[in-house]
Every structure is written in structure tokens, then in C-alpha cells.
């Protein structure tokens, strides 16, 4: 997304928290607009007020680690920048369940450690923290990083406080003092429990935003996969196993940093994944790759030969990039 003639960039690696600030500021932008409700678009703006856009910054599904690495992302520049972060194992759990029906599911992710392993997993995520070390410690930078797990400890303060910055930005980086408005009490806490965990949930339950991603179940089916999902910290320890944690902790101590660090002073939790009851899985009954004996689906497949006795395929498995051929009863 170009960072267009925004007054403020808002980036966020996918599930640490975004969508609960922005309606924080949807909420505040409303009542300073003297509207009752505020249309949900990724740029929030007004009449004399600082222009606000989020953006992924190619972290979803376009992989642009490399590009932001090498600093060729011109959001980069500029603009002053809010970055919010959160524990990089709970975010890949509700990454998890929020891709089970998309990449979990394409990359024939069984385990959520498999799905940390992607390209689109843990080590990814925790470089990324990394560049914007470096973007937070650049005094030519105008950037705060804002957590996941602040907000959640005192969500009043931590929302003032950013709302003073986006203030100070407007006065001191863009001379925009026109842009400035009062940050009472009230406004902030009337935005605060406008996301509250509740109010937020029965919105998604009520489909008041209609079919807007932001506040949309990725399947309404299944309450993992809700956007209000759990809105829990350290929730990753309801579902990885104590050896899936250790992995997970281990590979956040090679990447240490500003961002990081409060992570890993923070105690371990162990697992709780035993007291789960899960319903029990349906036998898997998809072919095997003949190299690995990974699960693949029907749709890795392309029809070769029809035979009377059976059929036989082209597949390509993800896992181990090898190509063989499969054979499937008729009638499959």
C-alpha cells in the first residue's frame, strides 16, 4: 500500500493487536468529527486532523521481509511511523487459526509448530522486530512501538499516551498544529471501551461492519478463527506443547533486541495444551508423497492416465519439492 499523503503510517506484522487500536481511533475520530459513526476504511482522517494509514507493509501474504531488510519499502521514509508488536508466540498461534482454511492449510500445516517453520513463520517475524530496532533507534526516524500487552494491562494510559504522540508528531514533524486536538479523559476513555474485548465481539457477532475484513470471522464456524478470538495474553500456552514453546523461546533468544527483550525477561509458561479436550479428528484420508509421506490434497494433483484399475497423478508436495506419481482408487 503507498503511504500516499498520510500524516502517520500504523504497521503491524498480521495478528499483534491492530484491528483493537483502530477502533480505539475509529471511536475518537468519530466524537472529535461530532459523528456518530465513522466509516472503516485503512486510512482514518478528517477535517484538521492528522491522516492515519495501516498497512501490513507486505508482511501478510506478500512476503516483502527481504525488501523491508534492504530498506527499498518507501513507507520506511518519511512519515512518522507506530509499529505494533506483541509476543511472537502468541501471534503465531492466532496466526494459526486465522489461516487454517488459507496458508495453514496450502503450506499442509498438521502442527502449529510446522506452521512456525513456514516462510511465513517465527523466524520471519522476529527479524522483522529487528529492522525496526534499528528504525527505533534512528534518531532521524520518527517511530513508537506500541505492545500488545501494555494496552491489554492498562489500556486508558497506553491509549493516551499514543494519542499525545500523534499529537506531537503533528506539531514537531509535519507543522501541522492545526492538526492537533485535546486529549481529554473522556475521549479517551469513551474510545478505549468502544474496543473493548466485549463490545468488539458482539459488533463481529452482529455483523456491524458489515462484510469489512477488519472485523470479519475467517470462518464463522469455528470461534478460534474470529477476529475477537481470545483477546488473551500468553495464550500461546493453551495450545503449544512445552517442546514447541522451547523451540518457539529459543529461536526469539537469536534475536534479541529492544523489541524482543521484554519477551524474553518475561517468565516461560508451560504448556496446558494436555487440558484441551479436542473433538477427535476424522482419519485423513488424503495420499501420501511417496518421498516424505506428506498428506497432500486433491487439489496438488493433475490428472496423468485413467486406467480400469486406478488413476494415476502428477503431484508436487510442498514439503520436500519432489515430484512423483500417486495412485487413487476410482471413485475417490
Request: charged residues 35%.
Amino acid at each position: 500500500m503507498s503511504s500516499g499523503n498520510a500524516d502517520i503510517m500504523f504497521y503491524e506484522h498480521p495478528k499483534c493487536g491492530r484491528t483493537w487500536i483502530r477502533f480505539m481511533l475509529i471511536k475518537t475520530y468519530a466524537v472529535l468529527k461530532k459523528v456518530d459513526d465513522e466509516p472503516y476504511p485503512n486510512v482514518i482522517s478528517g477535517k484538521r486532523l492528522p491522516k492515519i494509514m495501516f498497512t501490513h507493509q507486505g508482511m501478510n501474504r506478500k512476503g516483502k521481509l527481504k525488501e523491508i531488510e534492504d530498506h527499498k519499502i518507501p513507507q520506511l521514509i518519511g512519515q512518522p511511523g507506530i509499529l505494533m508488536v506483541r509476543d511472537p508466540r502468541d501471534v503465531m498461534v492466532s496466526w494459526w487459526f486465522h489461516e487454517l482454511d488459507g496458508l495453514v492449510k496450502q503450506y499442509h500445516c498438521e502442527t502449529i509448530r510446522e506452521w512456525m517453520g513456514t516462510k511465513f513463520g517465527l523466524e520471519r517475524l522476529v527479524r522483522y522486530y529487528r529492522v525496526w530496532d534499528r528504525i527505533t533507534e534512528d534518531p532521524k526516524k520518527h517511530a513508537i512501538v506500541i505492545r500488545y500487552e501494555d494496552f491489554h494491562r492498562d489500556a486508558f494510559k497506553e491509549y493516551k499516551r499514543l494519542l499525545k504522540w500523534i499529537n506531537k508528531m503533528s506539531s514537531e514533524v509535519r507543522r501541522a498544529e492545526d492538526h492537533m486536538f485535546d486529549v481529554t479523559d473522556d475521549l479517551v476513555r469513551e474510545s478505549v471501551e468502544y474496543a473493548s474485548f466485549d463490545h468488539m465481539h458482539k459488533m463481529e457477532e452482529d455483523k456491524t461492519y458489515g462484510n469489512w475484513a477488519a472485523l470479519k470471522p475467517a470462518n464463522p464456524e469455528n470461534p478460534e478463527q474470529w477476529k475477537t478470538r481470545k483477546g488473551k495474553v500468553g495464550g500461546y500456552s493453551d495450545y503449544m506443547t512445552d517442546e514447541e514453546i522451547e523451540w518457539a523461546t529459543d529461536i526469539m533468544r537469536h534475536h534479541q533486541g529492544n523489541i524482543m527483550n521484554p519477551y524474553l525477561a518475561a517468565p516461560v509458561l508451560k504448556s496446558r495444551a494436555h487440558e484441551r479436550v479436542d473433538k477427535p479428528k476424522e482419519p485423513d484420508k488424503r495420499p501420501e508423497c511417496p518421498n516424505c509421506g506428506r498428506k497432500l490434497d486433491d487439489v496438488t494433483f493433475q490428472n496423468q492416465k485413467k486406467k480400469a484399475d486406478g488413476r494415476k497423478y502428477n503431484c508436487h508436495c510442498p514439503k520436500c519439492d519432489s515430484r512423483g506419481l500417486h495412485e487413487q482408487k476410482p471413485g475417490r
